[in-house]
């Protein structure tokens, strides 16, 4: 009994850290400054997607076992980020 709840527990352990989706809506800047004056962002593009390393926008390339992913592109985050921080 107990080698099947352990080799269940460790089953599920193992399979659950597979692949995850990391939030990404909670982001909110610290410290910043209001100024006037302009400035633009350029526009981004996420490499490894555009070169068929990874199958999807979202999902960082990585030597990982499992995949990533973002709720959001990879280059949207990152131009987003870039412009809040």
């Known amino acids: 009994m107990k080698k099947n709840l352990l080799f269940c527990l460790l089953s ?4 659950s850290g597979c692949a995850v989706t990391l939030p990404t809506n909670s982001y909110t800047p610290q410290n910043y ?5 302009d400035a633009t962002v350029g526009t981004f593009t996420y490499k490894p997607f555009e070169q068929g390393k990874v199958q999807k926008a979202n999902q960082m390339q990585n030597t990982a076992a499992g995949q990533i992913y973002l709720n959001m592109d ?9 412009a809040l921080g």
């Open 12 to 15: 599920i352990f193992l399979l």
């Open 33 to 37: 400054v209001k100024i006037s004056g």
């Open 74 to 82: 990879i280059a949207a985050f990152v131009k987003r980020g870039t």
